[in-house]
């Protein structure tokens, strides 16, 4: 992997600081953290996982629609590295997917076939509760990480779960497995709002999505607001052309 800069490092978790204000978009945060991820790792791409009120995993967020795909095969066949991570609590680094068929006989092949060669998975934890798992793809052989790289994601996945435990389920006094279950609900809408521009712009899904989100932000609105209105209404405003 890359060195990273402390300066890079430092205006990521800038940004992740200025989303945690009271207007706080679950979603948005969430996607935020899976592209600045692999823009900081150099990843080809970058998928995240939250566990359910019933403990079970569910598909939250990706860097592309391409790694959606591949976590969703993942808990399909209930193998994989985020099942592996948030089971044990533990990061998995440096496997090299095109020998770990042993290791997840039908997941490690779909990988490979996807056009990814490496993964990682780091825990999204706090002290002993661990409440979901970031995967972290690359496409090149020759990208493993360092020691001192997976301390580094390994922050960035825990200020994920501290955002989750803290912001919703602490300050404002919100059950964890209601504010993970209204999760799930906004991003189903999501993806069904962007089901519905990729078709009406004749766009690919991640074009659709990017339009959706920024729309969202310089309208200062919430992703999953602007989302349920593209699916109430059936329409989408002139700017996601």
């Known amino acids: 992997m890359t060195t990273v800069s402390a300066q890079r490092l430092a205006s990521i978790f800038v940004e992740v600081a200025d989303t945690l204000v009271e207007e706080f978009d679950l979603i ?13 790792v150099g990843a080809a791409a970058v998928g995240l996982m939250l566990a359910d009120g019933r403990g079970s995993l569910e598909f939250m967020a990706g860097s592309d629609e391409n790694v959606k795909l591949l976590e969703l ?15 044990t609590g533990q990061p998995v680094v440096n496997v090299d997917l095109s020998a ?23 825990p999204l934890r706090l002290r002993a509760q661990v409440i979901g798992a970031l995967n972290v793809f690359g496409d090149t052989k020759g990208g493993d990480f360092t020691g001192d790289d997976v301390p580094i994601v390994q922050s960035l996945a ?61 309208h200062n609105r919430k992703l999953t607001e602007v989302a349920q209105a593209i699916v109430n209404d059936r329409t989408t405003p002139p700017e996601l052309h």
């Open 100 to 122: 770990a068929t042993a290791r997840w006989p039908r997941f490690a092949p779909r990988a490979t076939a996807s056009g990814f060669e490496s993964v990682h998975a780091f």
């Open 158 to 218: 825990d200020v994920a779960a501290i955002a989750l435990l803290q912001e919703r389920a602490l300050r404002r006094g919100e059950a964890l497995t209601d504010q993970l279950q209204g999760a799930l609900n906004s991003r189903i809408v999501i993806e069904q709002a962007k089901g519905a521009v990729a078709y009406a712009r004749g766009v690919s899904v991640d074009e659709a999505f990017t339009r959706i989100r920024g729309y969202a932000r310089k």
């Open 73 to 87: 095969f993942q808990l399909q066949t209930r193998e994989g590295p985020c099942l592996e991570a948030y089971r």
């Open 28 to 40: 948005d945060f969430l996607h935020m953290l899976t592209d600045r991820t692999a823009d900081l």
